[in-house]
């Protein structure tokens, strides 16, 4: 369960937003939506524990998340907006190396089935530098299929993916809060998926 | 344990995958340290007295070469935000990448400078103590350019302040480093300058991490 109370961001010398308050518990999912600039990925990127909040608190299972550090950092998977995808390294290899930082390492097949589920077959062996954008953008969301992590914080995660990708990416999502998950995204499409609020900034 | 060992892992199959960048320091280094003896002429004395500062120069401004590519790279793809929020401590991470750098950059130094000591008349007891000199001190070079790196992180124009801010503080290293050198050559025994070099080394092991990570958070955030 993910609480945060009295959110306030300031940017320079413009604040975006403040005493802000949300909540977000087992099989639920948030999508916060605001027009350009109003603050979502800095909202995010706060929840993420990437940037401290001006003021305000964030518990992670009633824990404050800046004790919590590396036990938070376990649960949770974030998504920004570049890919932290290596352009010089093949897909299976951007895959098998991010499992491995994140502590829990893939073995060959289940790395293949993922880019398989992402459609991306054939390409396994391919340098990410001569894949399409949204290929790339495949090979970074297939990390979703494979990391165990109980809270997803997405940042638009629907850039640049195709009819079908962005229903592949839906699935997941509602897989993941089916199973007790959360996730917690930014998007400017609309979500036609049960048990999601929507937050205004 | 571990995630040290993948980010190593990685760091060496990108600087594999980018060949140019890793030899580009290397012929820098080979080639600087080439000229002298062609521009002096053959004054074997003149040769042996200044061998040990320009290999341990050439050596100094060819760790600079790939310093500001160390972390820029990483931050401008997303992938140390993703570092920062592994549940590895970054500390060892940020160890893992400066041992990466080390390897690409550092130990080919090591390498080849008995082999350019030679241009320069060195017997073998200075090569060998040049070469010992290079392996303490080139890990200390990569541990103090990591901290200039992780400041000047995002920074315009952030290459010539990255010199301003790390050359000054690799002239203990340069001064011991080639100290050694000058003397075994003298007759003095290498020893002294080599055990400061290696309290220096194990001075930055220490706080070099530390630094570079409280850098890189600051220029997240």
């Known amino acids: ?27 639920e999912w948030l999508h916060v939506q605001g027009e350009n600039g109003a603050g979502k990925t800095s909202l995010l990127r706060i929840l993420a524990s990437l940037s401290p909040p001006a003021e305000g608190e964030i518990h992670w299972k009633n824990a404050p998340i800046r004790t919590l550090a590396e036990d938070y950092h ?18 299976f290899e951007n895959l098998t190396l991010a499992a491995k930082l994140d502590g ?65 990416l839906s699935g997941l999502i509602e897989e993941h809060v089916k199973a007790g998950g959360i996730c917690i995204l930014t998007s400017h499409q609309s979500m036609p998926l049960p048990n999601g609020r929507v937050l205004k900034i | 344990m571990n995630a040290i060992l993948a980010i190593i892992r990685r760091d060496l199959l990108l600087a594999m ?8 320091a ?15 002429g053959p004054e074997t004395a003149l040769l042996r007295k200044i ?18 590519r160390l972390f820029a790279p990483d931050h401008a793809d997303g992938t140390l935000e993703q570092m920062v929020l592994a549940p590895s401590p970054l500390g060892l991470l940020v160890t893992g990448k400066i041992i990466a750098h080390w ?3 550092g130990l080919p130094l090591v390498l080849l400078a008995p082999v350019l000591g030679i241009q320069f008349d060195l017997d073998s007891g200075a090569l060998g103590v040049l070469m010992i000199a290079l392996l303490i001190g080139t890990p200390l070079l990569s541990l103090i350019g990591a901290i200039g790196a992780a400041l000047t992180l995002g920074v315009r124009g952030g290459g010539v302040l990255l010199s301003l801010l790390v050359l000054p503080l690799y002239v203990p290293a340069l001064i011991f480093g080639a100290g050694a050198v000058e003397a075994h050559i003298s007759g003095l025994g290498a020893g002294g300058h080599l055990s400061l070099l290696a309290a220096l080394l194990a001075l930055a092991v220490f706080f070099a991490p530390w630094a570079t990570t409280a850098a890189l958070r600051i220029a997240l955030e």
Do not use: N
């Not at chain 1, 009295?6 to 949300?22: A, K, M, N």
């Not at chain 2, 500062?53 to 100094?60: E, T």
């Open chain 2, 51 to 68: 061998a040990p500062g320009i290999l341990w120069v050439a050596a100094l401004l060819a760790t600079m070469l790939g310093l500001s």
């Open chain 1, 1 to 27: 369960m993910l609480t945060a109370t009295g959110l306030s961001c300031v940017r320079g010398e413009r604040c975006l937003f403040s005493g802000l308050d949300l909540a977000v518990g087992p099989g």
């Open chain 2, 103 to 105: 390897i690409t950059t």
């Open chain 2, 17 to 24: 995958r980018r060949k140019s960048e890793v030899l580009t």
């Open chain 1, 74 to 91: 376990r649960d949770m998977l974030f998504l920004g907006h570049h890919g932290a995808v290596k352009e010089e390294l093949t897909p």
């Open chain 2, 26 to 40: 290397l012929f820098f280094f080979i080639i600087v340290v080439s000229l002298f003896p062609l521009g002096i």
């Open chain 1, 104 to 168: 829990a390492p893939l073995d060959e097949t289940a790395a293949l089935k993922a880019l398989a589920r992402f459609g991306l077959r054939g390409r396994e062996d391919l340098a990410v530098r001569f894949l399409s954008a949204g290929q790339k953008r495949r090979v970074l969301l297939a990390r979703l299929a494979v990391r165990q992590a109980t809270l997803w914080i997405l940042d638009e995660p629907f850039t640049a993916l195709d009819v079908k990708a962005v229903d592949m």
